[in-house]
């Protein structure tokens, strides 16, 4: 069992913000009620940080939020956050205690097709795309700039191999809905030397942060529950 973190790093997905990924569902008030303080942070041009609408200026993301995070600790990041986390972990394994990764799996090895979410997101019209759809409405309900995250979408972000991941040594949870767009985390799992994967009946992508079987799963993790 691990020992109960005094803080812990939680970094939200595309399009969402800090507020909205862990205020509005609750984990900032679990974690107090179990004496874990959070820092607030939003990633780059989400939220409350800087929203510039020049894809330049995120060519960086992973070491600008590297620079904000504590030395070691434990951290959990939802979709593209938990894509931000687990790159920052093979550029610097030391950098965390415990890793969570919410709604990501095999995903990570891929190359993303984001085009009809930046076309949607710049031009402001309905997409037909489903996907693309769900992530404009996200942005306008979390009053985001849509030019901001169409710029952070058309950043170029390093890709990962499953022998990148070796270098991962901490303990790592995987959480992913079963009704996720992302259809398995197989490949990630048994890349990573320390990783256990939970899957959770009835959950998509969007809802896991709000789900409390996630919450539950990562409050174990930690030694929380």
Do not use: K
Not at 45 to 60: E, I
Not at 148 to 169: E, G, I, K
Not at 170 to 178: D, F, N, Q, T
């Amino acid at each position: 069992m691990p020992h109960s973190p005094g803080s812990l790093v939680l970094l939200h997905g595309f399009a969402s913000s800090f507020e909205h990924n862990w205020v509005q569902t609750g984990w900032v008030d679990i974690l107090a009620d179990a004496g874990v303080t959070v820092p607030v942070l939003d990633l780059p041009g989400h939220g409350g940080s800087d929203r510039s609408t020049d894809p330049a200026d995120y060519g960086s993301v992973e070491e600008d939020v590297a620079a904000l995070l504590p030395e070691r600790t434990p951290a959990a990041g939802f979709s593209a956050g938990a894509q931000i986390l687990l790159r920052i972990a093979v550029a610097d394994p030391r950098r965390f205690e415990r890793l969570v990764l919410l709604g990501v799996g095999d995903n990570v090895f891929e190359e993303p097709d984001n085009s009809a979410v930046v076309e949607a997101l710049e031009n402001g019209a309905d997409p037909e795309n489903v996907r693309a759809g769900v992530f404009t409405r996200l942005a306008a309900s979390t009053g985001n700039d849509p030019m901001a995250l169409a710029a952070f979408l058309r950043r170029t972000a390093p890709r990962l191999t499953p022998q990148d991941l070796a270098a991962v040594t901490c303990p790592v949870l995987v959480v992913l809905g079963e009704d996720d767009f992302v259809p398995s985390a197989g490949r990630l799992v048994g890349a990573l030397p320390s990783a256990t994967l939970v899957s959770v009946p009835g959950v998509d992508h969007f809802a896991t942060v709000s789900d409390f079987g996630v919450i539950d799963a990562t409050m174990r993790f930690l030694g929380l529950g």
